[in-house]
C-alpha cells in the first residue's frame, strides 16, 4: 500500500526544489554573465552588451601568456598523474590484499589529506619545500599536488581490487608468474577501467587545485588556475573582458577533462568508500 504524503511533506518537498533551483539558477547566471561578458565590446548598465567581439580572447592569450601557462600547466598535471599511478596502483594492492598491525592507521593516513581542507596542511608544507629549494619550481608544485591525489588514487583503486577473485593470482603464480608479470598480464588489464578512471580524476583535481599549487609556484611554475587568480588580483589595469576570457578557458579545460571522468567512474563509489573506512 502506497502512503499518501501530508500536505507538510509536500510543502517540504517543494521547498526544497525551490531553494535547490534558486541556487542553480545563481550559478548559471554567473557562469552566462562571465562567458557573455567575455565576448563583450562594451556593457555597463544594460541588459545585453552593446556589441560582440572575440579580441579579449585573443589579447588574454598575449597578455596573460597563456601559451607558456597551458604548458606548465599539462607539464605538471602530467607528471602528477603518472606518478600518482605508478606509486598509487602498488600501494592500492598492498592495502586490499595484505593484513599488517596498524593497517587502518594507515588507511586513515591516507585519508586525511582528503578530508582536511588543503590550506591546513598548505603552508607548512610549503614550509617545508621552501626550506628544501624545492618551492618556486615545477617539482615543488609536483612534490605538493602528490600529497592529495596519490591518496586519492589508492582510495578509488582499492574497491576495484578488492572485486578481483584471489584465486586468479594464485593460479598464476603457481605457473611461474612473477609480480611483474603477474602485474603486466593480469592485474592492468582487469584494472584498466579503475586505473583510467583514477588517473582521470586526479587531472581533474590537479588542474582544479589553487592553495597547494599557489603556495608553492613560482614566476614559472603557474598552472592555469593561479595565473587566473594573478590575473584578477595583480597591480595595473586591464581590461575586465580579457580576465573573464581567460576564465573562460580555465572552465572549458576543467570541464571537458570532468566530463570525460565522469564517464568511467561514479562519484558517489568514492564517498561511500571514504565514510566507510572512516568509520572503521
Do not use: C
Request: hydrophobic share 60%.
Amino acid at each position: 500500500m502506497i502512503r499518501q504524503r501530508t500536505t507538510g511533506e509536500k510543502l517540504w518537498a517543494t521547498a526544497v526544489w525551490v531553494v535547490v533551483g534558486f541556487f542553480v539558477l545563481n550559478i548559471l547566471a554567473v557562469i552566462a554573465t562571465v562567458v557573455v561578458d567575455s565576448f563583450a565590446t562594451r556593457w555597463l548598465g544594460t541588459w545585453l552588451p552593446a556589441g560582440y567581439t572575440t579580441r579579449w580572447y585573443y589579447e588574454a592569450w598575449d597578455e596573460f601568456q597563456l601559451r607558456d601557462v597551458l604548458i606548465v600547466t599539462f607539464e605538471i598535471v602530467g607528471i602528477v598523474v603518472l606518478l600518482s599511478g605508478l606509486l598509487g596502483v602498488p600501494a592500492a594492492y598492498a592495502m586490499a590484499r595484505r593484513e599488517f598491525p596498524g593497517k587502518r592507521i594507515v588507511m586513515l593516513l591516507f585519508l586525511l589529506p582528503l578530508l582536511v581542507p588543503p590550506i591546513t596542511f598548505g603552508i607548512p608544507l610549503a614550509t617545508v619545500l621552501y626550506r628544501t629549494g624545492l618551492a618556486g619550481t615545477m617539482w615543488g608544485v609536483i612534490l605538493a599536488n602528490l600529497v592529495p591525489t596519490l591518496p586519492f588514487v589508492i582510495l578509488v583503486m582499492i574497491p576495484f581490487i578488492e572485486q578481483i577473485d584471489p584465486r586468479m593470482e594464485s593460479a598464476a603464480r603457481v605457473f611461474g608468474a612473477g609480480t611483474g608479470r603477474l602485474f603486466r598480464h593480469i592485474l592492468v588489464p582487469l584494472l584498466a577501467p579503475g586505473i583510467l578512471a583514477a588517473l582521470l580524476l586526479v587531472l581533474v583535481r590537479t588542474i582544479a587545485t589553487f592553495e597547494l599549487t599557489f603556495f608553492t609556484a613560482g614566476p614559472t611554475s603557474q598552472t592555469l588556475v593561479v595565473a587566473l587568480y594573478y590575473a584578477v588580483f595583480a597591480s595595473g589595469v586591464r581590461a575586465g573582458q580579457s580576465v573573464d576570457a581567460m576564465a573562460v578557458i580555465y572552465m572549458i579545460t576543467t570541464l571537458i577533462w570532468l566530463l570525460i571522468a565522469l564517464r568511467f567512474i561514479n562519484p558517489t563509489q568514492i564517498v561511500t568508500r571514504a565514510r566507510r573506512e572512516a568509520a572503521h
